[in-house]
């Protein structure tokens, strides 16, 4: 085998063995010459061309990457009959999947039918829609302003995901709870006919610790009907036949070595986002991210492996987004959450003018938006850092050790909190701390930051007082108090997310930056999983689930279990869909 695709050129080499491996180093977006019906035999290897390829092992199904997208696919199409693998980059299983809470919101699930709580289609279609297509919704437009694709993804979505829950929990593989204190995003939205219900969590799973949980339950159901998991086996090439179809892979292990694996059916992507490359990032995103929360070894190599098949991509523009503290998702901080509740009633975020710019207690989403305001005369990003105040009320009675809290317990890791005995030298400190970061983030506090964050302070105790936060209306939706995160109780106390910020010290502060959970754009699927070429077509033998290819939900977050419901819904599609493929001629 040569070392394919090492050209840089997203051209295609050809090994020793006749069969087409497709290189990593691709260049995204673009058509590549290896499309269907266009391969080349080129480098050292092509001379040396046989009529069979060599593999190491074979089965009906490979797939890449263990978290929920791999670990779904691979269950669903094993309890069809398959055989399949799961190759996984990192040394340990479950990818980001093994971090996350696991709620899933899966739409019109069992749990909801039994609870008698409806969740007509109708209404539901126009929710998604609403927060996905902002800018055309219309309730009247038959596709109520998404587009064909997305409308048919989400149709998808809803028609499949009670199914996909439901023989996931038959199967002991994922047995769930239906947690009836969780709350929809847009609990009040009028398209919003089921605000309560849809979420689902791993049986046992505390809410935040479900990603442990899915993937002991998962791995074990791998364990007892017979799927490999290969850890430490990163895939770099895709190899196809002389018809084009995706006929295995090529993978790297961790002592260099290389093996391929060829797959009967098809090769399923799982592979997540590109969170962990700037450059993808940089090139890609509409708004900046310092980093986030995703495994560390998601850098969007599926993106580099495809792009020289001509896939199609799309929402390339969006991430899964979230505030994150910044220090820590500059060093990549392998446990780093995402600060999903930004605990603290005593407790603002303001900008380099000590300006405050947002609701604190926005879900995670919606708050990350803030920091991507662009002031035109100064030709900068004013909100790029939001620095969060606290007192020691909030330091006392709002400290949490999950949920990404950056206001931590007494005795955990508090790096990240910058402190001051006044306001005057809490100002002096960020302004220092800010320094130390200068070859990462262009960020320092404006002159006049300690005079206006003494008015800002003024106005928000103002709001406290009153339980009216006039500016920004913090605490007045259900999800705002969901994610509120502990505060202490006092009687009479009008808004439970505000109190007065104290006019002793110390002080407590900490740098937030805008970040992701991972990313959602990549090679567009059909509604069954298939990649899709740019002219549409499958491309024949490849499907992709998860983080890794392109999300219908555009730039919204439609509730709290909205990455992991589609993923494992469009896991179990694949493995219905890829029952129907014809077998590969192997050269
Ligand atoms: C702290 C946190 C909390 C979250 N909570 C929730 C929640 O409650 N509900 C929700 O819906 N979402 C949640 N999310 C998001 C959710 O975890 C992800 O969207 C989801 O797990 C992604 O699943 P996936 O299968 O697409 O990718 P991942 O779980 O990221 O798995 C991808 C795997 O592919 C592997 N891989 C990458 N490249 C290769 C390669 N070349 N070869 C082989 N393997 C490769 C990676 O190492 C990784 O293990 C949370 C995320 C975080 C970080």
């Known amino acids: 085998m040569n070392d394919g695709g090492q050209q840089g050129d997203g051209t295609t080499d050809q090994d020793q063995t006749g069969a087409v491996a497709i290189g990593r180093r691709g260049f995204i977006g673009r058509a590549g010459a290896a499309a269907a019906g266009a391969l080349a035999a080129v480098g050292p290897g092509a001379a040396a061309a046989a009529s069979e390829p060599r593999f190491d092992a074979e089965f009906d ?10 670990l779904g696919t691979a269950l669903f199409s094993r309890w069809q009959g398959n055989e399949v693998v799961v190759l996984e980059k990192a040394g340990s299983i479950g990818g980001t999947t093994a971090k996350s809470g696991f709620w899933y919101w899966m739409p019109n699930n069992a749990a909801m039918q039994k609870a008698g709580i409806a969740d007509p289609k109708p209404d539901f279609m126009k929710l998604v829609a609403r927060l996905s297509a902002p800018l055309l919704y219309s309730p009247s437009l038959p596709k109520l302003g998404l587009s064909d694709w997305q409308y048919a993804m989400c149709e998808a ?9 439901q023989l996931l929990h038959d199967k002991g593989a994922l047995p769930y709870q239906h947690p009836m204190a969780v709350v929809d995003y847009w609990a009040e939205l009028p398209e919003n006919k089921a605000p309560r219900g849809r979420v689902l969590m791993p049986e046992g799973a505390e809410p935040y610790n479900g990603g442990k949980v899915a993937i002991r339950f998962m791995t074990a159901a791998a364990r007892r009907d017979g799927i490999p998991i290969k850890t430490s086996h990163r895939v770099t090439q895709l190899i196809r036949n002389a018809a084009g179809a995706v006929i295995g892979v ?6 260099g070595s290389t093996t391929r694996l060829r797959a009967r059916k098809a090769v399923v992507f799982a592979s997540g986002g590109f969170t962990h490359d700037k450059t993808l990032r940089r090139d890609h995103l509409g708004g900046a991210i310092v980093g986030g929360c995703a495994a560390n070894s998601n850098e969007g190599d599926f993106l580099r492996i495809a792009s020289p098949l001509g896939v199609d991509l799309a929402n390339m523009n969006h991430a899964w987004n979230c505030p994150v503290v910044l220090e820590k998702a500059l060093s990549q901080e392998g446990s780093l959450w995402g600060s999903f509740s930004c605990s603290g009633d005593s407790m603002i975020f303001v900008n380099k003018h000590g300006r405050r710019v947002v609701n604190e207690k926005l ?12 002031d035109g005369p100064r030709q900068e990003f004013p909100n790029s850092v939001l620095i969060a105040i606290w007192d020691q009320q909030a330091q006392d009675h709002c400290n949490q050790p999950n949920y990404g809290s950056f206001i931590v317990p007494e005795g955990q890791d508090d790096a990240h909190v910058i402190k001051g005995a006044t306001r005057t030298e809490l100002a002096k400190n960020i ?18 930051f ?9 106005r928000y105790n103002g709001f406290a007082r009153s339980g009216k936060d006039l500016d920004f209306h913090r605490g007045e939706r259900p999800v705002e108090l969901m994610f509120n995160g502990p505060f202490k109780a006092v009687a009479g106390k ?3 997310t505000m109190t007065p910020i104290s006019e002793k010290g110390p002080f407590y502060a900490t740098l937030m930056g805008p970040g992701s959970l991972d990313t959602k754009g990549g090679p567009r699927t059909d509604t069954d999983s298939r990649v899709l070429d740019v002219a549409g077509r499958p491309i024949p033998g490849l499907y992709g689930v998860g983080n890794c290819v392109a999300s219908a939900s555009g730039p919204a977050y439609w509730a709290g279990g909205a990455t992991l419901g589609p993923i494992l819904t469009f896991a179990y599609r694949a493995a219905n869909a890829l029952q129907q493929e014809p077998a590969k001629a192997s050269a």
């Open 61 to 70: 199904v490979v797939v890449v990457g263990s978290g929920a997208g791999g």
């Open 157 to 165: 979505f809803y028609d499949t995901a009670g199914s996909a829950a």
């Open 250 to 255: 090529e993978a790297t292990q961790a002592n």
């Open 363 to 374: 879900q995670y989403n919606e708050i990350t938006r803030a920091f991507w305001a662009w």
């Open 431 to 448: 302004a220092a701390r800010l320094q130390t970061l200068r070859d990462q983030v262009n960020y320092q506090l404006a002159p006049e």
């Open 450 to 458: 300690a005079g206006n964050l003494e008015d800002t302070i003024k």
């Open 494 to 496: 009008k808004n439970n």
